[in-house]
């Protein structure tokens, strides 16, 4: 099965590239035949909406560039699956700039679709994909925000005669970096994008269960989203030109110490806690940052400051902690391999783990 893949996001180290890779390898492993088509590097000029490809020289453009070589493989392809960062509430201009030039595509004979809505038939229903497929991520939490280009795309399967066999749409992917927020989520959704693109190749169509994963939310609520994502950009910022990299913003950026402990914070259990009164004091040497949590009575609250009367002070770096944090490392050994210092109360330093739940989901 031919699949072309029309890469529309012009950051290549984004959040779009990344999650398409995956897609990519799940297709292939699936024995598809994939073919790329990267619209940043082609030279396609918009539509003037002059309609000389359906009065002048039917079927064919005004403008001479690489449009004619990329519907080849368009034309030629079972399943064309478009790829595009949500910009401004719908596709990106990449996106849209090639959906126009498809008009030499269809004809002036207008179809009806349903009992509401019309259609243009397509001038040779023979050289036309069978299906199409999309993936659509954007910043922001929640799939409202998706709407628009959801509804685009859902519009353009319909009048273009391509009927739909997958959507994933994945919001909130400045988080994705962030692993100790969900670690299991964020795994799965991962490997979902690696399955669709697996089923697309194997059964012709992604399964709902696969699309579900990949739109699962990471933070709890529109609060908790917020306050993550406004420390993430307040972060870039703070890097000036380097941010322009995504990746070395996330190395920077993803063991965030407060962010870090927000997410301890969010982890207390209640019950564990319910006698216990205690403060305990973070200094993460490698940012330069203290932090504190207090324990009353089975609630936790976050200080971003030092604090005098702590009952626990761990001196440690941010990665360390995190580790320690997800139980990738067991916090005993990395005190004896003084990767931690701590200081005060170590009973309760060995009760941490019962206090804090392991983030998983
Ligand atoms: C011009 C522009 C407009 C954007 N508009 C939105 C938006 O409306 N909603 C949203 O959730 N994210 C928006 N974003 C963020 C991208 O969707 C986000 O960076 C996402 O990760 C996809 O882009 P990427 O592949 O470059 O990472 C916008 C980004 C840019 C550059």
């Known amino acids: 099965m031919k699949v072309a893949i029309i890469r529309a996001n012009p950051r290549k180290n984004g959040h779009t590239q990344k999650l398409t890779d995956l897609f990519i ?4 492993q699936g024995k598809a035949e994939v073919t790329e088509i990267d619209l940043k590097s082609k030279k396609i000029n918009q539509c003037h909406g002059c309609y000389n490809c359906w009065l002048v020289t039917p ?20 399943i064309v699956v478009f790829s595009t960062p ?18 030499p595509y269809m004809k002036n004979e207008h179809l009806p679709v349903g009992s ?34 959801r509804k685009t795309l859902e519009l353009f399967s319909e009048g273009l005669q391509l009927p739909l066999s997958g959507s994933l749409i994945r919001p909130e992917s400045y988080l994705l970096p962030f692993t100790y927020l969900k670690p299991k989520t964020i795994k ?3 490997a979902s ?5 697996f089923e697309l190749a194997t059964q012709r169509k992604v399964s ?7 739109s699962a939310p990471l933070s709890e609520n529109i ?36 962010i870090l402990i927000s997410e301890m914070v969010r982890h207390v259990d209640p019950q564990a806690t319910n006698r216990l009164k205690a403060s305990i004091q973070f200094d993460f040497t490698d940012k330069d940052v203290q932090l504190a949590i207090k324990i009353n009575k089975g609630k936790c609250s976050l200080e971003e400051s030092k604090i005098d009367n702590w009952d626990l002070k761990i001196t440690t770096s941010s990665e360390v902690w995190a580790q320690i944090f997800l139980r990738e490392i067991n916090a005993r050994n990395a005190l004896s391999e003084k990767k931690i210092i701590i200081e005060g109360d170590k009973s309760l330093f060995a009760r941490l783990d019962k206090y804090f739940s392991l983030p998983c989901d």
């Open 208 to 214: 709902s269960v696969t699309m579900k994963r990949a």
């Open 86 to 103: 949500l910009y401004i509430y719908s596709v990106s201009g990449y996106l849209k700039v090639f959906l126009d030039r498809l008009l």
């Open 25 to 28: 390898e799940g297709l292939k």
């Open 116 to 149: 509401e809505n019309i259609r243009n038939a397509i001038r040779n229903p023979k050289q036309w994909p069978q299906k199409m497929a999309y993936i659509l991520v954007g910043a922001f939490r929640g799939l409202n925000t998706f709407e628009g280009a």
């Open 188 to 190: 799965n959704v991962n």
């Open 223 to 258: 609060e908790h989203f917020t306050e993550d994502s406004n420390i993430y950009w307040q972060e870039a910022q703070n890097l000036g030109s380097k941010a322009m990299d995504p990746n070395y913003v996330n190395s920077i950026i993803v063991r965030n110490p407060k």
């Open 59 to 78: 079927g064919k453009c005004v403008h001479d560039d690489d449009m004619a070589s990329i519907m080849k493989v368009f034309t030629a392809s079972d």
């Open 193 to 197: 994008f690696k399955r669709a693109g």
